[in-house]
């Protein structure tokens, strides 16, 4: 059973600013690749205030250069919802993890913080919390740094994007991966966990390599969580 200490829920005005501020770093390249999307949205015919209005309520990198794909003079709407339902479905797997200390706090408050979770802050959150740290302030706290930087950043691709039109030539696509993979290095460290990271990690090479695109995300996620789920953490061992 999982134990949560009174301590590992706060949610004041000091955790979320210092939320805000850890996430700081992460967020500037965050910036790089918003510009590399205003510029794309532009370049396919979307005004400046849908783009910007995207970004701040959609909030998903990945899924907003999905639509981009499909956007047109005749937008496909069910197929435009199934992409953005599969690439962000890994959602409704971070809100399972979450539940047990979002379901501490009001249901406003609950949502509120759901609007702004991500990998990043979802990564930082999760390892605070399973250690019996606050990590609510900074799963919104971060959230919002993130969230700024990435509206900020398509703005700015409307007027300046022409200078980061390939941040994937840069390498800038592998500083979100490099980050999750420090977070898992920098959690537990045992058997449980090998295999779990092990089982996730070969489950979304097969889906990547068999399966449509995007859905090695989802699979990934599935197949770690579920195994996480059925083999719980003997606690007697530590």
């Not at 809100?95 to 702004?116: C, D, N, Q, S």
């Amino acid at each position: 059973m999982l134990s949560i200490s009174s301590g590992s829920v706060v949610l004041d005005r000091h955790e979320v600013w210092s939320g805000f501020k850890q996430l700081l770093p992460i967020s500037s390249f965050v910036v790089v690749f918003a510009v590399a999307f205003g510029l794309a949205a532009a370049q396919t015919g979307l005004s400046e205030f849908s783009t910007v209005l995207m970004s701040a309520l959609v909030f998903a990198g990945a899924a907003q250069f999905a639509v981009l794909d499909l956007w047109g003079q005749h937008v496909p709407v069910v197929p435009l919802i199934v992409t953005v339902f599969a690439i962000n479905a890994r959602h409704l797997l971070m809100g399972a993890t979450l539940y047990p200390w979002l379901r501490e706090l009001p249901r406003a408050k609950r949502y509120g913080v759901m609007l702004v979770v991500s990998d990043a802050n979802w990564a930082m959150s999760m390892q605070a919390l399973t250690g019996g740290k606050p990590g609510i302030g900074l799963l919104f706290g971060g959230g919002m740094a993130l969230w700024s930087a990435w509206t900020f950043g398509s703005w700015l691709g409307l007027y300046f994007g022409s200078a980061i039109h390939d941040p994937v030539s840069l390498g800038l696509d592998m500083v979100m991966g490099c980050f999750l993979l420090a977070m898992v290095i920098g959690g537990k460290r045992n058997l449980r966990m090998l295999i779990i990271w092990s089982v996730a990690a070969g489950a979304s090479l097969l889906a990547y390599r068999y399966l449509p695109e995007n859905s090695h995300v989802v699979a990934g996620a599935l197949a770690g969580g579920l195994l996480g789920a059925v083999w719980m953490e003997n606690k007697d061992a530590h």
